[in-house]
């Protein structure tokens, strides 16, 4: 012990020379070099140094927005989608910001519902990519509607009173289940949406991690191509999302990454069957396996194409891969009923491997003066219609009504995918094998052809990292003999044609601001621009302010 003594003598005569400003300064320096590299070797690297850009960005725009246009780009950002609003629904003159004073008469509420719906836009010619993915064609809509007026004022939230809407949502559940290929341990839930399918199985697994192997600090493993709903769930329930890179080639997660990228506090591995990017399907089994191997639960993302992937064994569409139950390491999967399931929006399923898993989604307090409470999902009250509806779409299709739409609907997106790479100028993003194709160019700004398709009444999704659209075909596409896929095909070659003259040139139109977006390297002011969308979404009064936003614009000129 004498030679440590030695060394603690001699540091402490050197430090006697050494200011206690320096002392403190020097100890905060060597703190502050210990905590990044202790992060840094928590999370890595390339996550550290995007934290540290976020918080520097987030600093300049708290104390110094003003200065440096912040405050005015939203305003900008605001006022264009005011007045987007507003041109939108100028036919319609009646404001109704508050209740009215009398009861209105029927006749006159309903026919203001039909002014309402007329402003909503023609789906009927194909135009929209997804959105509509039935359409309500031979008296469907008045079917699904009839089944649910029966179910209008049923809550599940009680089931004991509603024994018959409790008895459709099992069976509904069931069937997607068996649909996936569960066994009799395997289980689920129907809920609102993709998005909460999504988050209650992360909220699953991260109890899960907690409860069963003592995880404090979760984090979560998906590919950046996994849908933002997958961020949503990590930013609610404090995960650490860690994104892994898509092969440029396949569109597929690249598999060494998403392994690189998992540790100890790993709660689960996402891959996506298909993506909504470029409609890819991630590979699964690899995914599942190295969960397995590592003791983490997979969960399996087909809230998009769901009842299509399920089908096309049995559609003559065979695919290289498993995705479902049958593959051993998958323990969750989520599947839309409300897109290719064509139930009524606001529907869709999460499924487990067995009620262990489920019970941790749920939630129940045993303490509250008003009662014992518990509710599966994140909704108390909940929507018995919709149960209803779904249960009668699910029987009204049954499964060779499921395979022949699958059929008809991947042939649509065959038949967009190969009218593309006969274009000079296009590409396809990877090798879509269901109903989403991607579209890109090497040659020319793709958000031009976005411009293109807006005048020509298209409404295709815009993406990015890289630039792209992808148009996700429907059972709109495929009637009259997929006219409207044809002549998607045919707009897309006379934009690409014409695009081609001036290829150097750069998008002016809506779609520009993809564009422009990526590269701003501060991305929460585009989140921010997006969340100002919906300031002017829910202002009732967007005619008057776009009045006034003009007026503006006038005097400046």
Aim: glycine share 8%; hydrophobic share 40%; with cysteine.
């Amino acid at each position: 012990m004498d030679h440590v003594q030695n060394a603690v003598n001699t540091f402490d005569e050197k430090l006697e020379k050494t200011s206690p400003t320096k002392i403190v300064i020097s100890t905060l320096a060597a703190a502050y070099v210990a905590n990044k590299m202790y992060k840094i070797y928590k999370v890595g690297l390339n996550d550290t140094v995007r934290e540290s850009k976020e918080n520097t960005f987030l600093f300049l725009r708290k104390h110094f927005g003003h200065l440096l246009g912040y405050d005015a780009a939203m305003k900008d950002a605001t006022n264009s989608f005011i007045k987007e609003f507003a041109h939108k629904q100028s036919t319609i003159k009646v404001l109704n910001d508050k209740l009215p004073s009398d009861p209105v008469d029927k006749k006159e509420i309903l026919a203001l519902c039909e002014k309402m719906a007329a402003i909503n836009g023609d789906f009927t010619q194909g135009q929209y990519s997804g959105t509509i993915y039935h359409g309500g064609q031979d008296g469907y809509t008045e079917f699904i509607n009839e089944a649910m007026n029966l179910h209008q004022w049923t809550n599940p939230l009680h089931g004991g009173q509603f024994s018959g809407v409790r008895k459709m949502e099992a069976e509904a559940i069931s069937m997607v289940v068996n649909m996936f290929k569960g066994d009799a341990d395997a289980c689920g839930a129907l809920t609102t949406g993709g998005t909460e399918s999504i988050l209650l199985a992360m909220k699953a697994y991260r109890e899960h991690a907690k409860y069963e192997r003592g995880i404090t600090e979760p984090e979560l493993v998906v590919p950046v191509t996994a849908h933002a709903a997958f961020d949503k769930a990590a930013h609610y329930f404090g995960i650490r999302i860690r994104h892994a890179r898509m092969d440029p080639v396949t569109c597929k997660v690249d598999m060494k990454h998403m392994k690189s990228l998992v540790n100890g506090n790993t709660i689960a591995l996402v891959g996506s069957a298909p993506h909504y990017p470029h409609g890819i399907i991630d590979p699964i089994e690899e995914i599942a396996a190295f969960g397995m191997k590592r003791g983490i639960p997979v969960h399996v993302d087909a809230c998009l194409g769901g009842f299509i992937i399920a089908f096309m064994e049995k559609a003559g569409l065979p695919l290289d891969e498993k995705f479902d139950f049958t593959v051993p390491g998958v323990t969750s999967i989520s599947c839309d009923t409300h897109k290719y399931g064509f139930a009524p929006k606001g529907s869709s399923t999460i499924m487990y491997r067995n009620a262990a898993l489920r019970k941790y989604q749920m939630h129940s307090q045993p303490n509250w003066p008003g009662g014992i409470y518990a509710s599966p999902t994140i909704s108390g009250s909940r929507i018995g219609n919709v149960v209803a509806g779904t249960w009668a779409a699910l029987m009204y299709h049954g499964e060779k009504g499921y395979v022949e739409s699958a059929s008809q609907i991947v042939s649509a997106a065959k038949l967009v995918a190969e009218g593309i790479r006969k274009i000079p100028g296009l590409k396809v993003m990877g090798n879509p094998m269901m109903s989403v194709v991607g579209i890109a160019s090497d040659d020319f700004d793709i958000y031009r052809l976005q411009d293109y398709l807006v005048e020509r009444h298209w409404d295709l999704n815009s993406l990015q990292f890289p630039p792209s659209l992808h148009i996700c075909c429907t059972k709109l596409h495929t009637i009259n003999d997929m006219e409207h896929a044809k002549r998607l095909v045919a707009d897309l070659e006379s934009g690409a044609a014409l695009i081609m003259q001036t290829k150097d040139a750069v998008s002016s139109g809506g779609a520009a601001i993809y564009g422009t977006s990526q590269r701003i390297p501060d991305r929460e002011i585009i989140g921010d621009i997006a969340k100002s969308y919906f300031d002017a979404y829910y202002d009732v009064h967007v005619e008057e302010h776009a009045a006034e936003i003009n007026a503006e614009a006038s005097k400046k000129q």
